[in-house]
């Protein structure tokens, strides 16, 4: 009897932090086009305080040291973020600077990650979609190379704090699957 594959275990972080967030109704949405086996949580990043190395004791800020668990922890990370003036928005910036120490040897370091963005704009996020993957390479995360995934107009999208909109719901169901398919590829490899 061959035994089933360990379930994979994602981490989502949204790059918002407020109630009403599309961004957070985005990644809300993801569980029904996961497998049975892939378990997501979303983690929040409301309670991160702004990152100082002199809180980098021998006890971290207790949401922090919960954030980076919870990526070490994870097969893979799924990004979902806004653009703020053209950029990547403070609250993941900051996130992503914690979650980045140890520098080249933190839970990033060779962590699978889709990322997508989306406004209600036209552009979709693509501006901060660049500064996010650049940034996840310097602490030598793996940002998956494929097509980006970026949601324009994303307030018409949304029904009832979910994506109901047919089209980019497929989009991201191709970008899942390539995710999925990375994550698997890297465990045989390391196996
Ligand atoms: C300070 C600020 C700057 C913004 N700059 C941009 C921008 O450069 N490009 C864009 O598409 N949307 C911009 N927006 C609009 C956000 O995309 C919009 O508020 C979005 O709903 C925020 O994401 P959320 O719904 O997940 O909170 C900006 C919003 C704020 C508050």
Not at 54 to 74: N, T, Y
Request: glycine share 8%; proline share 8%; hydrophobic share 45%.
């Amino acid at each position: 009897m061959t035994a089933s594959p360990a379930p994979v275990r994602i981490t989502a972080i949204s790059g918002s932090i407020r109630n009403g967030s599309h961004c957070t109704a985005v990644l809300r949405s993801l569980d029904p086009l996961l497998p049975a086996q892939v378990k997501m949580e979303i983690f929040p990043l409301n309670d991160i305080p702004l990152y100082n190395a002199d809180l980098e004791g021998d006890a971290l800020p207790e949401s922090v040291a919960r954030m980076k668990a919870s990526i070490a922890e994870a097969d893979g990370l799924v990004l979902c973020s806004p653009e703020y003036n053209y950029g990547i928005p403070g609250v993941l910036k900051n996130a992503i600077d914690w979650a980045s120490r140890p520098g080249f040897a933190s839970p990033l370091k060779g962590k699978p990650v889709l990322v997508m963005t989306a406004s209600p704009g036209t552009a979709g996020g693509v501006r901060a979609q660049a500064q996010i993957r650049e940034a996840l390479m310097a602490t030598l995360a793996r940002p998956l190379v494929r097509q980006h995934i970026a949601i324009p107009g994303v307030a018409a999208k949304l029904q009832e704090g979910r994506l109901a909109d047919a089209p980019t719901l497929q989009v991201i169901q191709e970008g899942l699957d390539d995710f999925l398919r990375e994550i698997r590829w890297l465990r045989n490899a390391h196996s």
